[in-house]
């Protein structure tokens, strides 16, 4: 059963533009709200993560949005760099240390 | 440096034929985790483990075994009644306390010859 849906599968940005990457789930039961970075041909790496009391966390150009009522966060690279050209999952935890990964997004910045 | 090493990078099966793929971390966390990735499926759960000597069936655990006799090891093997082996492969760990992050390694990916 698919527990949440991440979109786009993926996207193409221009450089300097702004990258947005969205997840919805379907219940309550996650307290913890994590971003993994993949680049080809390496593992996941933890990029940003987010706790259901704050709306918004923000580190450099990243940004995690987080709409509890709606039951949706999103990722925001801001000054999207051709670095920033990777595979992007989010994902939930619960506190029953059940984990779900969204099915990824493949983003590519256009020099 | 800590961190997660997975052995080989690549690997090839026979029709038949049982692989182990190898898990190796250094970071002292208790619990690992073996995942599957195909494309445009994210990941999935293979099997867990939160303590030695312990593990649990993830979400595909069928034609998949593993043992966890070390907290450092935590070896997958492939077998031959997984029908569709070809995949990455990603080994990951954590604490295993509650929210904190997995750490993963860089992947076996695993063909059929």
């Known amino acids: 059963q698919q527990q949440v849906k991440q979109s786009p599968q993926s996207l193409i940005v221009q450089k300097g533009g702004i990258s947005i990457i969205n997840c919805a789930y379907e219940?309550?039961?996650?307290?913890?709200f994590p971003w993994y970075q993949q680049f080809p041909g390496k593992g996941p790496a933890l990029l940003i993560a987010i706790r259901p009391d704050v709306s918004e966390k923000k580190e450099g150009r990243f940004t995690i949005s987080f709409n509890k009522s709606a039951k949706q966060f999103s990722l925001h690279i801001m000054d999207s760099q051709p670095g920033d050209s990777a595979t992007y999952f989010c994902?939930?935890?619960?506190?029953?240390?059940?984990?779900?990964f969204g099915s990824g997004t493949r983003l590519s910045i256009r020099p | 440096d800590g961190g997660i090493t997975q052995s080989p990078k690549y690997l090839f099966r026979k029709e038949g034929q049982n692989v182990t793929l190898s898990c190796e971390q250094n970071?002292?966390?208790?619990?690992m985790y073996w995942y599957r990735q195909d494309p445009g499926q994210g990941l999935r759960l293979i099997y867990y483990s939160q303590i030695v000597n312990d593990f649990q069936k993830g979400d595909i655990a069928e034609g998949y075994s593993v043992s966890r006799e070390k907290k450092e090891s935590f070896p997958l093997t492939v077998t031959s009644a997984q029908k569709n082996p070809t995949a990455f492969y990603l080994c990951?760990?954590?604490?295993?306390?509650?929210?904190?992050?997995?750490?993963f390694g860089d992947g076996t990916r695993l063909s059929i010859l």
């Open positions: 219940n309550t039961a996650f307290d913890y």
């Open positions: 990951a760990s954590s604490t295993g306390q509650n929210n904190q992050p997995q750490h």
């Open positions: 994902a939930l935890y619960s506190s029953a240390s059940k984990i779900i």
């Open positions: 970071l002292n966390h208790d619990a």
